[in-house]
Structures are given as C-alpha cells and as structure tokens.
C-alpha cells in the first residue's frame, strides 16, 4: 500500500451494518472513500456522512448496462476458480430465483463491478460477504490484484476484530506492529473457558422469533419502500413474504417448545458434540457451502461413529423457530442421534464430549481452546489448534478422529493451546464491527476511533 499517500477504498454496503465503518474511514485523511449502495434509500445516509455524490455507487445502475457478449461469463468464471453456480447456491434469495435470471444478474454486476473498479482506481475492498454481489465483489477485485477484507469479530473475545481476507474466515491479516498485550489475551482466554463468556449478539438473537407489539412497523417501513422502488429484491424480499415468514418462525417457535421432545445427557454415556447452524446465514451458507444440508450431514456422521458412541446434536438457540416440526424428527430417527435441549449449556457438553464436530461453527474454536479434540469442515482461522485441518464427513471417518483425538490431547497440552490463540489475538484489533441495530454501542466515538485506528494501520501496512 501507499505509505502517507491517497488510497482509494470501496467500501460495499450492507446496510446497518457497514455505516460504523464508513465514519471510521472517513476520519482518515489519507482515504478516498468510494462506497457501492446496495440498497437504494441507503444513498442518504452516507451522504449524510460525508461521503461525495460522486463516490457513491448504486448497485442498481448494473440494470442499464448490456449483457456480456456469448461465452464471456465463462471467461471470467475460468478467471475466478470458483463456479458462478456456487455463488448462486450460496445465496439466499438468488438461489430460488429463475437460472437464467440469476444468471443475467451476474452478467451485468461483472461489467459493472469491473468498470467501478477500474474508473476509480480502487486498491483496498471493504465488505461483509454474505450476499452473492460480494462474493461476487471479492472475486473480480482477485483477478486484478486488489485485496478486499471483512472486518469481523474474532468471538474469543466478542469485542475484538479481524481483517479477513477475501469473503473466507481462512486467513487474516498480519499486523507488522502488534500492541500485543499477553496479560489480556490471557482474560479473554479465560473468561471464555472459565466463565463460558457469550457474545452480546448471542443473548439478542435469542429473543428474534418471539412475539413482540412492534411486529409490523418494519414491514409497514418496507412496504412503503417496496412502493416507492426503493428496495433492492436480489437482496430483500418482498414485505408479503418477510411478514409471512416472521409470524411463521414466531408460530413455528411456540410449536417447537410445545410438540418436540428434546433430551438431557446422561450420565457416563460417550458422545461426539455436533452443533447446528443457524441458517441461512454466512457461516454455513458462504463458509461451508458444501454442507449445507444438516441433516445429511448429521446422517453421514452417524454412519461412522462407533456404537461406544452416542451423537449429540444441539439445535442453536438462535435458530428456534426458523426450522419446521419435521426436521427434528427427521434428526432424531438418524441412528445414534441424541437431540439435546437447545437450552443446554453449549460449554458444559463439549467439556464432556471425546470429540466436537461443526461445519464451520466457533464451538470447535472453544472446544479446543477448553482441551477437547474438535473439527471443522471448513478450513477455518483457528485450524491449526484443531485435530485435523477439515473433517470430510463423506471421506473421514469419525471412529479415527475419536482415536486421533487422544493423541491430540497429549499433543496439546494448555500451554501450547494458550500460544496459538495469543498468535491469532495478537493480529487482532479492539473495536466492534457488528451492525448498529444490535448494538448502538458500535456508532459511539469511542468505538469509532478504535476502529479508525485499525483502518489505519491496515491501509497503511507495507
């Protein structure tokens, strides 16, 4: 990067979430904000910011431009290693769109993110991928050289940071000049393992299904939007189907308390922990995207583990009331399947468990740093401190990773686990990223300038 010169930033959208961010780089003199605007009315709040008309994107401008010529989406595809078919089964909404519909989409972002990234000479891509268009995002800028980050919570600690490369959780930036403190990596370490420590995001969702007086002021908001062409439907549904789909989820909740019948450990029983996903959402949608049916993955972990072995599989608290009756009992007629009440205290079973499985889940991040052998299925930033890299549910076989497990607890002993968590704390940044509606903490000025601070050192690293 320029060292004390003008970098040009694109920062991509994504509603509530990524406003802290713009008023932290815009406080950097040495930044030359761009910001695309996914959601149309969204163009008044950065401009209220600061950030100059003439920097702000509308996604929407994609609709005017012609199609790719024949077989130029291939091209870039070939470019990418990725298939654009991936991108689209990633995405929620895109998914049970028209083919090629879907695919018409994307012909036009390429060009347009291509001549965005082109015109305004952008060096650094700012974004949370979730969507398709910043998957999408993060892959053309690849193709040209320019790096893009997601600044997200690291979880062990809540209230800290990474940069993470390109829209994986693989990797993450490395600071040159760390403000490494041992003695608070050391709390955090063990408010997580001896305090079983939560994220306030994790309390908040909890609530999301239930029944509340305000239920339809926001689709009332949204309709009147909607009305006006100000939403973007490849990203937000319809106010018809978000309403539908709330008082669904909020019925689909008291059914769940009521009709399913989940169970209690038992005492000396051997078990492997597999904790479930909310869905849709990143972390199994993006980051596990070969996974994302649960219950066959579930099923083909059953299928190896060893009759001395119980399943446990916990549905996550979070996620009550977005799944219908029928997936439980689907769950709980796979073979050695035990569905454990949500409620349960995740920290107390994977204390207990010879092995904690996830597709891409923190728990096994937790699990190992509590001692206790786990996996992911993803490739994952805490990796190295897990018994394998990835666990292939469909070539690996759960009875010898329960074997590998032990030779991993004497492998690993608390010193050796406390130095790789300091390694990944220490390239860490103190701030929250989370979006403003959840927490209005992250738009105070005290959290604003952490997170400026971290910018700064990102953007100015060599």
């Not at 952008?122 to 999408?136: D, Q, S, Y």
């Not at 339809?216 to 009305?227: A, C, M, Q, T």
């Not at 189907?241 to 689909?252: A, G, N, S």
């Not at 904790?275 to 579930?298: A, C, F, K, R, W």
Request: net charge negative.
């Amino acid at each position: 990067m320029k060292l004390n010169g003008i970098t040009n930033v694109l920062l991509v959208e994504n509603h509530k979430r990524t406003i802290s961010w713009a008023k932290a780089l815009l406080t950097l003199n040495q930044v030359n904000l761009h910001v695309l605007v996914v959601i149309p009315d969204e163009r008044e709040v950065y401009l209220d910011l600061g950030v100059p008309s003439e920097n702000i994107h509308n996604i929407n401008e994609a609709n005017t431009l012609s199609l790719l010529g024949d077989g130029k989406g291939l091209d870039v595809e070939r470019e990418f290693n990725y298939c654009i078919n991936a991108i689209i089964s990633s995405d929620r909404l895109l998914r049970e769109k028209n083919y090629e519909e879907s695919m018409l989409y994307f012909g036009k972002l390429i060009d347009y993110f291509n001549k965005i990234l082109d015109e305004n000479k952008i060096e650094i891509v700012i974004l949370e991928p979730t969507w398709a268009h910043e998957i999408l995002m993060c892959e053309i800028a690849k193709t040209k050289a320019i790096k893009s980050y997601f600044p997200h919570t690291m979880r062990v600690p809540y209230n800290h940071f990474l940069f993470f490369k390109g829209y994986l959780q693989e990797d993450f930036f490395k600071r040159d000049e760390s403000e490494f403190h041992y003695s608070k990596a050391l709390d955090a370490y063990n408010s997580m393992v001896h305090k079983g420590e939560k994220p306030l995001y994790f309390h908040k969702n909890n609530s999301k299904n239930n029944f509340s007086s305000n239920l339809l002021s926001k689709p009332y908001k949204g309709l009147l939007k909607e009305f006006r062409g100000e939403k973007n439907l490849y990203v937000t549904p319809r106010v018809h189907r978000l309403i539908l789909d709330k008082l669904l989820k909020m019925t689909k909740k008291i059914g769940v308390s009521l009709l399913v019948d989940f169970d209690q450990p038992k005492n000396e029983e051997n078990y492997v922990f597999v904790s479930l996903h909310v869905q849709p959402e990143s972390s199994i949608d993006v980051l596990g995207n070969m996974y994302t049916n649960q219950i066959e993955y579930v099923r083909t972990i059953s299928k190896t583990t060893p009759s001395s072995h119980k399943v446990y599989v916990k549905e996550h608290s979070n996620a009550l009331g977005d799944r219908p009756l029928g997936f439980y009992r689907e769950m709980r007629d796979i073979p050695g399947v035990v569905l454990v009440d949500p409620n349960l205290d995740s920290h107390a079973l994977m204390k207990k468990a010879d092995l904690v499985i996830s597709i891409s889940g923190t728990t096994s991040f937790e699990a190992s740093l509590m001692g206790v052998p786990a996996v992911t299925s993803a490739k994952m930033f805490f990796s190295d401190l897990l018994v394998k890299e990835q666990f292939n549910p469909y070539s690996d076989n759960v009875d010898s990773l329960i074997k590998e497990g032990e030779v991993w607890k004497k492998r690993f002993d608390k010193e050796e686990l406390i130095q790789g968590y300091c390694h990944i704390f220490k390239n860490s940044f103190e701030g929250d990223t989370t979006d403003c509606l959840t927490n209005p903490f992250v738009l105070e000025e005290a959290n604003i300038e952490k997170l400026a601070k971290a910018f700064y050192e990102l953007i100015n690293s060599k």
